[in-house]
């Protein structure tokens, strides 16, 4: 814990108070909320929210949406990658696949792979 969260002083009669875990709306809009901060517009998020104008405010909105990711596609994007280091069998069991039909689904095939090993059939 930081100093600044020790320091920290909660409110007494807030809205909204943190659950024991993410739900799956609290999941995606954590995903959405950490997209808008590593991919800010390059103009507009520059300016205050308040002195934004309604055409800027629609700018930003805009702008998020394109670049947001959602929870199924990092879900698309672990599988492929853990297909691609680990193999099928280890996907499938970090996903909690009880199939690996289902795993195929989810991760990519390694195309790259397939071309090295044409390269050394020939």
């Known amino acids: 814990m930081t100093p ?6 909660r409110k007494l009669n807030p809205k909204k108070s943190p659950g024991d875990r993410y739900t799956t709306d609290s999941y995606r809009e954590a995903i959405i909320k950490a997209c808008a901060r590593a991919f800010p517009h390059p103009v507009t998020s520059k300016i205050k929210r308040k002195e934004r104008t309604a055409q800027q405010r629609a700018e930003v909105e805009e702008w998020d949406r394109r ?3 959602h929870p199924n596609q990092l879900r698309h994007n672990a ?5 691609k280091e680990f193999g099928i069998d280890a996907a499938r069991v970090i ?3 009880s199939s690996p039909a ?3 689904t989810y991760a990519e095939i390694d195309r790259d792979k397939a071309v090295a090993v044409m390269q ?3």
């Not at 600044?4 to 002083?9: D, E, F, L, T």
């Open 4 to 9: 600044s969260q020790r320091s920290r002083v």
């Open 67 to 69: 670049h947001a990711w």
């Open 79 to 83: 599988a492929t990658r853990l297909r």
């Open 95 to 97: 996903l909690g696949h």
């Open 102 to 104: 289902v795993t195929e």
């Open 120 to 122: 050394m059939v020939g």
